[in-house]
Nanobody
Framework: QLLLVESGGGLVQLGGARRFSCTAP???????????MGWYRQPPGKQRELVAK???????NYADCVKGRLTIPRDSSRKTLTMQTNDQKPDDTAVYYC?????????WGQGTQVTVSS
């Protein structure tokens, strides 16, 4: 399993932007490259859901609700997955989790709270 450390949560203005980072400090770049990476979120009172993911070939998959508002570049040299969000909406309020996936198990970050406020 990977240790994943997230940052970037907090209060965001409606329509604003936010940048999240997820790093894997205890791994090397070559190992980081073998994981598919992604961001999930858990809104209040709801189940965890996929936001976006990027595989080892840099193919991406975005939830319909964030398409056009979000990008998730990965930087192997820095062992970092970034999530840049724009035009934040009230439904974006959630705890956001970084995920690293490689069979047979997933690794998760501790989660970072984002609250979109008007």
């Amino acid at each position: 399993q990977l240790l994943l450390v997230e940052s970037g949560g907090g209060l965001v203005q409606l329509g604003g932007a936010r940048r999240f980072s997820c790093t894997a400090p205890r791994t090397i770049s070559s190992e980081f490259n073998t994981y598919s990476m992604g961001w999930y979120r858990q809104p209040p009172g709801k189940q965890r859901e996929l936001v976006a993911k990027i595989d080892t070939n840099r193919n991406t998959n975005y939830a319909d609700c964030v398409k056009g508002r979000l990008t998730i570049p990965r930087d192997s040299s820095r062992k970092t997955l970034t999530m840049q969000t724009n035009d934040q909406k009230p439904d974006d309020t959630a705890v956001y989790y970084c995920n690293a996936s490689r069979a047979p198990r997933d690794s998760w970050g501790q989660g970072t709270q984002v609250t979109v406020s008007s």
